[in-house]
């Protein structure tokens, strides 16, 4: 009996030890969390805001993600479109290019001031975000506070756009609102 007693001694803690893994209690880093930077049309897209995860959540008449590349009103206009939806509150995400025809492997400027899409105005991108928690509240990108978005994929037989992003917006107020880690690899529609 004391040999049974001394062994449980013995190997009970290396038992307990054996069960526990370092990686067990490290927490994720918020970019893990992102989906991966594929180019096949998987229809995910996300990013950090502020450092934290921001993905489609939630639905609506549109669903939660959307993104189209069509010619209108003479010109090429590409829009991306990320909704999270959480009870009665709402926030998404916009990119958009404005008579302007996007190509794989090139980098696009965000950085003029949002306009609704309807509005004429010159080429080149934007993008805003809108967080309604009760009270609207719109960031957006301008002249100073701006961004960039590359497209990594570009295929017009399966309707595939891949790309990255990042961004920093602001509000009325002057407050800033940094986007970053963006990816996205989307059917798009024309």
């Known amino acids: 009996m004391r040999n049974v007693f001394i062994a449980c001694l013995v190997f009970l803690p290396l038992l307990c030890l ?10 994720t880093a918020p970019v893990d969390l992102l989906p991966p930077a594929t180019q096949i049309g998987a229809n995910t897209v996300g990013c950090l805001v502020n450092g934290e995860v921001f993905l489609p959540k939630g639905g609506g008449l549109s669903g939660n993600k959307n993104c189209f590349y069509q010619f209108v009103d003479e010109g090429y206009h590409f829009g991306l479109q990320l909704t999270n939806k959480t009870g009665n509150d709402t926030k998404w995400i916009d990119l958009y290019t ?3 025809t996007i190509s794989e492997g090139e980098n696009y400027q965000l950085n003029i001031p949002y306009q609704p899409f309807y509005t004429p105005g010159r080429g080149g991108g934007y993008s805003h975000l809108n967080f309604n928690e009760g009270i609207e509240s719109l960031y957006y990108t301008t002249s100073e506070v701006t961004g960039e978005m590359t497209i990594t ?3 017009f037989e399966n309707n595939i756009v891949s790309g990255t992003f990042w961004f920093d917006a602001v ?8 986007v970053r880690e963006g990816r996205f690899d989307m059917r798009f529609t024309q």
């Not at 054996?18 to 927490?27: A, E, Q, V, Y």
């Not at 509000?171 to 940094?178: F, L, M, S």
Request: aromatic share 4%.
């Open 18 to 27: 054996g069960g526990c893994s370092k990686d067990d209690n490290s927490p």
């Open 98 to 100: 404005k008579f302007a």
């Open 153 to 155: 994929k570009l295929d």
């Open 171 to 178: 509000n009325d107020a002057g407050e800033i609102v940094e």
